[in-house]
């Protein structure tokens, strides 16, 4: 009897491509990989409505769904609309009280509403906002998986990020976080697996951790 294969869903971070997966490997005798892609929001559109419209890209039942960063936040957002058999965020928050002080200052203050047209006409401005201080050795990096450069889509998403008012979480979600995280620190975060030295890409630099660890972890009860 041929097993029927585990479909499991990645959404990227902020602006960025399917790239950012390209390490991860599952075995192909029991997953089948898929990957989700941003689109552009429309005016005003309240972060449900836009997981909405991109769950009707998800075409199996049942899937695990794997978040980086804001694809974290999106992908709990998509498990509001859809039943998913595993919820995954990596480089995220489960809710807003795990936003760093910075963010919420900028929530309170509406200073994110001053990005977005320096950001979109400056990649190193935006990376330094997605990855902190230390961004500057990895702009080239980042360069390379960013699909996004539009700055409707990044006024759009850095208010979502900013703005996003979820009180509480899911307890069967799976939170997987760097010690190292410079955009969400590791002191404002509960309940997770810790993946030690890890940073907010470590999604890519740490690929093998994620290729031995995630087929456990999808297929755990």
């Not at 900028?106 to 935006?126: E, R």
């Not at 939170?175 to 810790?194: A, E, L, R, T, Y």
Request: hydrophobic letters at 40%; a positive charge.
């Amino acid at each position: 009897m041929v097993q029927e294969l585990i479909q499991v869903y990645f959404m990227p971070g902020m602006a960025a491509s399917p790239k950012i997966f390209e390490h991860i490997k599952l075995p192909d005798d029991q997953f089948e990989v898929h990957f989700l892609e941003w689109i552009m929001p429309v005016d005003n559109e309240p972060i449900s409505d836009y997981a909405l419209r991109i769950s009707k890209k998800i075409k199996h039942d049942n899937i695990a769904l794997l978040g980086v960063s804001f694809g974290g936040v999106l992908a709990q957002e998509i498990g509001k609309h859809i039943k998913l058999r595993k919820l995954i965020i990596v480089s995220s928050v489960k809710s807003m009280h795990e936003l760093p002080k910075r963010m919420l200052l900028a929530k309170t203050t509406k200073a994110y509403k001053l990005l977005p047209t320096q950001l979109a006409s400056n990649i190193d401005v935006f990376a330094k906002y997605a990855f902190g201080n230390n961004a500057t050795k990895r702009l080239d990096l980042y360069k390379k998986y960013l699909s996004v450069n539009d700055s409707k889509y990044l006024s759009w998403a850095i208010e979502q990020m900013v703005c996003w008012n979820q009180e509480t979480y899911t307890p069967d979600i799976v939170h997987i976080h760097g010690d190292n995280d410079p955009v969400f620190p590791i002191k404002n975060i509960s309940n997770c697996m810790i993946i030690k030295n890890g940073s907010h890409i470590m999604i890519l630099n740490k690929y093998k951790w994620f290729n031995t660890n995630l087929p456990r972890i999808i297929l755990e009860d």
